[in-house]
């Protein structure tokens, strides 16, 4: 696995775009699938995760082509799919192997789910559990935790769930298990998550609602075929947002991002923190909002977080945490217990790390505190081969005095494979 070191950056100057949102993109992949007719998928994202979307939509009878940047699918309708003649291999892909779960369990087939060391550690009955409560049939390892999973599918009637915590990845495969189900189906979030998997079903003409946090179904659970924009993904550019901030004399313009209101945490707290930020150019695509978000080098103030804002940051919490190294003051982000499930427990890694390279920051059960302004310094960080940890270490390698090596790197490639070039050319 690859290294990289880097040292600190004078200043970034210039506007880019960004590679299609990875959520959106395994959704789009998924749904054209078992459209009726078909589909072009414009901007599908670069990312490893969801080229490995692909391969499993493949190895299931789907009729996936591409020209250049577009993708097109040729669904046959709800029953497109049909049984494997092997495995499926999620590889790091959480959404891909939770997703399909919900997708699989009406099927007329079986199916078997793995994926690699990361991703049969990580838990699995969340998926389980709600798809088995309806009738499903699933199984784990250790007691129907984790995978390797067998599917075997089954007619579903009712699908209701009622989730215990706020999780896109839950709520989208009880959803996409009820479009093969002929009962009533809904299901009751906590607080409100990324809500991709809502917006597309209703741009594909399925009949969806919500009521408060209640989503349900209609009778119209068939996909028309669509053309789909996937717009740039904001927790991409999260990390580009956070060096036009901390690296000064900075000034940037990251094009055509989605700005769903239920991903924009991250600016939300910025913007209390004192940032220098800008929507231009907001437009509806393909029933996602879109703009350009224009950001300059600022001061920082520290912030509290936790709450309902959590969810709308999640994956961009262990940024978070490098750019409170940077803000005056104490900033306390709680009720993120989550992030320690995530491709690796991201409160420890990025807690650990952070603190080699002297910030004055410490683990909470359910997040970390941290006192700043602190100047790091340069520092070997292990990635934990988990994307989000190597990009964040990164741009406190970019700030930091000296130059810092981050181990095994090239695991930004899972969510952003073009990060280290976009960062040079700017
Ligand atoms: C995702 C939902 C979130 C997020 C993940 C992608 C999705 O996970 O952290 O990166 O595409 O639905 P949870 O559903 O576990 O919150």
Redesign the pocket.
């Known amino acids: 696995m690859a290294d990289v070191r880097l040292s600190k950056l004078h200043r970034l100057n210039g506007e880019t775009t960004v590679p299609g949102d990875k959520?959106i993109s395994?959704r789009a992949a998924m749904f054209a699938a078992i459209g009726d007719g078909v589909s072009t998928i414009k901007n599908y994202s670069s990312a490893i995760d969801c080229q490995t979307t692909l391969d499993c939509m493949r190895s299931l009878g789907a009729d996936i082509r591409r020209s250049g940047q577009d993708i097109h699918v040729h669904g046959r309708g709800l029953r497109t799919l049909s049984e494997p003649d092997d495995v499926l291999n999620c590889g790091n892909s959480?959404?891909t192997m939770r997703l399909l779960c919900g997708l699989l369990a009406g099927q007329h087939f079986s199916t078997v789910l793995t994926g690699d060391a990361s991703l049969r550690r990580r838990p699995m009955d969340r998926i389980i559990k709600p798809l088995v409560g309806n009738g499903a049939e699933i199984y784990g390892r250790q007691s129907n935790r984790l995978a390797p999973l067998f599917i075997r599918g089954k007619s579903l009637t009712d699908v209701i769930y009622e989730l215990p915590v706020?999780?896109?990845?839950?709520k989208?495969a009880v959803l996409l298990a009820g479009l093969y189900a002929d009962g009533n189906v809904q299901v009751t979030e906590p607080v409100a998550?990324?809500d991709h998997t809502e917006r597309m079903l209703a741009y594909c003409g399925v009949d969806i609602h919500r009521s408060g946090n209640v989503i349900s179904l209609g009778k119209i659970r068939q996909l028309a075929a669509h053309d789909f924009q996937v717009p740039g993904d904001i927790s991409s550019a999260a990390f580009l947002i956070a060096l036009g901030l901390l690296v000064p004399g900075s000034h940037l313009r990251l094009k055509d991002v989605g700005i769903n209101p239920t991903r924009t945490g991250l600016l939300t707290m910025l913007e209390k923190m004192g940032a220098d930020l800008r929507i231009d150019n907001e437009r509806p695509v393909s029933n996602e909002p879109v703009g350009d978000i224009v950001v300059q080098n600022a001061k920082l103030r520290a912030v509290e977080i936790g709450g309902t804002l959590i969810?709308k940051l999640?994956?961009e919490l262990p940024l978070v945490a490098v750019i409170a190294t940077q803000a005056e003051g104490r900033t306390i982000v709680k009720d993120a217990l989550?992030l320690r499930i995530?491709e690796s427990d991201r409160i420890a890694a990025i807690v650990g790390e952070l603190k080699k390279m002297g910030a004055s920051i410490e683990e909470s059960d359910d997040g970390f505190i941290v006192d700043g302004p602190t100047p790091l310094h340069a520092a070997v960080c292990k990635s934990y081969d988990d994307h989000r940890i190597a990009m964040a270490l990164s741009v406190a390698a970019w700030i930091a005095d000296g130059e810092s090596t981050i181990q095994d790197a090239d695991c930004v490639g899972i969510s952003f494979p073009e990060f280290y070039d976009i960062a040079h050319n700017l």
């Open positions: 959520s395994h959480g959404t706020a999780s896109s990845q839950v989208s998550s990324r969810p999640i994956d989550e995530k």
